[in-house]
């Protein structure tokens, strides 16, 4: 049994192997259950500037330190600073220094457009890699490639920052993973079997949400096209600060939540399979913001518990999701979330 903190979710986890990798009977590769937690977009300033993202931060943390048993490795979903100041990053990199498990991190369009990584990959380290766990292979993207834009209207590094930090930016481009990318993922792909679990770190969605907010990868198609022979693949991105769930031929996606701020769901896009959050009360500064946990389960697939702070946990299954009795109706009498 695990439990998260407060009133977070209670876990049963079945069929615990003591061996890193099972081999089914029917000769089918099969992982070994495990958890992981998350944490994402929390969007720091320098301490002077904001204190709130900071506590919230801390707060995530001590969440993901209170777990019992301990999650094998938590994940940070990228943002972790707000306009890209090495001193919001190295602020942000000691906090998540007081984390118990091993971290593992992603890249996103505010810890970068700054100085173009630069401060970023000097404290974190390269912004796309692999690694493998109990019979897992992770991939790790950075999926907020943009087209040059601020050279030919001669922008300074702090004016692109400042572009790129904008929800509906007027002169910005759609994200994308890129082609040198892609090539790297191809490669790195061919060592892996079909068989075996994929799971995919990207900041943006991979796939096309709402063009005008940027939740939006271009490229999202030919990704996909990559990891098209994997039998099992789940896909989690930050950047949309939200409860969001999607499902597109062999892929699986959850979205994070933020510990800084929750965005509305988009005018039009949000997935069939997404059991909408209501809108969060504007008089309590964290509600509809938290952090997460994810089940990997024998099969390869994720089973996601989301803990907003300020309300009860909701979770996800695969179960659910693949016998089309998710998202649940809402309760009679009601019409769906308060947006």
Not at 319 to 328: D, L, N, Q
Request: net charge negative; hydrophobic share 35%.
């Amino acid at each position: 049994m695990r439990t998260g903190t407060g009133a977070a979710a209670v876990t049963l986890l079945a069929g615990i192997s003591p061996f890193g990798l099972v081999r089914a009977a029917f000769g089918e590769e099969k992982a070994e259950p495990f958890t992981f937690a998350y944490l994402s977009d929390a969007h720091l300033y320098v301490k002077n500037i904001n204190q709130k993202f900071v506590d919230a931060l801390v707060k995530g943390v001590q969440n993901v330190n209170d777990m019992n048993p301990a999650p094998d490795f938590v994940f940070f979903g990228g943002d972790l600073a707000q306009l890209g100041h090495p001193d919001e990053l190295k602020l942000g990199k000691e906090i998540l220094s007081d984390l118990k498990p091993k971290l593992h991190i992603m890249v996103g369009e505010h810890d970068w457009y700054r100085d173009m990584g630069e401060t970023w990959k000097t404290l974190f380290g390269p912004d796309r890699y692999s690694f493998d766990h109990k019979g897992i292979h992770f991939v790790v993207l950075n999926s907020v490639i943009v087209k040059d834009y601020w050279t030919p209207n001669k922008m300074t590094p702090e004016q692109r920052m400042l572009a790129m930090a904008q929800l509906d930016n007027p002169k910005g481009e759609a994200f994308t993973v890129g082609e040198e990318q892609r090539d790297w993922l191809q490669t790195d792909l061919k060592k892996v079997k079909s068989e075996t679990p994929v799971v995919v770190f990207s900041h943006s969605p991979l796939y096309k949400l709402y063009r005008p907010w940027n939740f939006w990868t271009d490229d999202a198609e030919e990704v996909r096209k990559l990891l098209s022979r994997f039998k099992t693949v789940t896909v989690f991105h930050g950047h949309t600060h939200q409860v969001l769930t999607n499902r597109i031929g062999n892929i699986t996606f959850h979205g994070f939540l933020s510990t800084s701020w929750p965005w509305p769901y988009a005018p039009k896009g949000t997935p069939e399979l997404t059991l909408q959050m209501d809108r969060p009360d504007p008089f309590f500064s964290t509600d509809g913001c938290g952090w997460g946990i994810i089940d990997m389960l024998g099969s390869g697939q994720a089973d996601k518990t989301y803990e907003p702070w300020n309300r009860s946990p909701m979770k996800v299954t695969y179960e659910e999701i693949a016998s089309g009795k998710w998202p649940p109706a809402y309760p009679q009498g009601s019409s769906g979330p308060s947006y």
